[in-house]
C-alpha cells in the first residue's frame, strides 16, 4: 500500500463510503480505485488528486498534504546513484534487495532518519 493509497482508504473508511461509489462519482473504475489504494497502481496524476479532494471536501492543507502524499505514492521507485559514492551505490542496493524483509519499527527508523536530513 502507498501512503496515498492508505490516506484515500481511511477517508473513505471514516465517510463509510464503498469503493464502487467513489469509484462511479469520480468516473474511475472500482477495479483502478482498488489498485490504487492497494499500490498496484503508480501514483495518481493531480486531476484525479483534484476531484478526490473535491469529493471529500478537502481543502487547503489537507488537499496540499493528499498532494505531496500522492506525489510521493509511486511504488516501484527507481533510484539514480550515478555519480555518488560506492556506498550510496551500495545502500540503495541492499535496500531494494531486503525492504520487504524488514520489520515496521526499522522501517519507521530508517524513515525518521532520511527525513532529519
Given at each position: 500500500?502507498?501512503?496515498?493509497?492508505?490516506?484515500?482508504?481511511?477517508?473513505?473508511?471514516?465517510?463509510?463510503?464503498?469503493?464502487?461509489?467513489?469509484?462511479?462519482?469520480?468516473?474511475?473504475?472500482?477495479?483502478?480505485?482498488?489498485?490504487?489504494?492497494?499500490?498496484?497502481?503508480?501514483?495518481?496524476?493531480?486531476?484525479?488528486?483534484?476531484?478526490?479532494?473535491?469529493?471529500?471536501?478537502?481543502?487547503?492543507?489537507?488537499?496540499?498534504?493528499?498532494?505531496?502524499?500522492?506525489?510521493?505514492?509511486?511504488?516501484?521507485?527507481?533510484?539514480?546513484?550515478?555519480?555518488?559514492?560506492?556506498?550510496?551505490?551500495?545502500?540503495?542496493?541492499?535496500?531494494?534487495?531486503r525492504i520487504r524483509?524488514?520489520?515496521?519499527?526499522?522501517?519507521?527508523?530508517?524513515?525518521?532518519?532520511?527525513?532529519?536530513?
Amino acid at each position: 500500500m502507498t501512503p496515498f493509497g492508505q490516506r484515500l482508504r481511511d477517508l473513505r473508511a471514516a465517510r463509510g463510503i464503498a469503493a464502487k461509489d467513489m469509484a462511479a462519482a469520480l468516473g474511475v473504475s472500482p477495479a483502478y480505485l482498488s489498485a490504487l489504494e492497494h499500490g498496484k497502481r503508480g501514483r495518481p496524476n493531480r486531476r484525479f488528486v483534484h476531484q478526490a479532494c473535491q469529493y471529500f471536501g478537502i481543502i487547503w492543507d489537507e488537499a496540499e498534504e493528499l498532494q505531496r502524499l500522492a506525489d510521493l505514492s509511486h511504488p516501484r521507485v527507481v533510484v539514480d546513484t550515478a555519480g555518488l559514492s560506492p556506498e550510496a551505490t551500495l545502500l540503495a542496493n541492499r535496500l531494494a534487495e531486503r525492504i520487504r524483509e524488514l520489520p515496521p519499527d526499522t522501517v519507521a527508523r530508517l524513515l525518521a532518519l532520511v527525513e532529519r536530513s
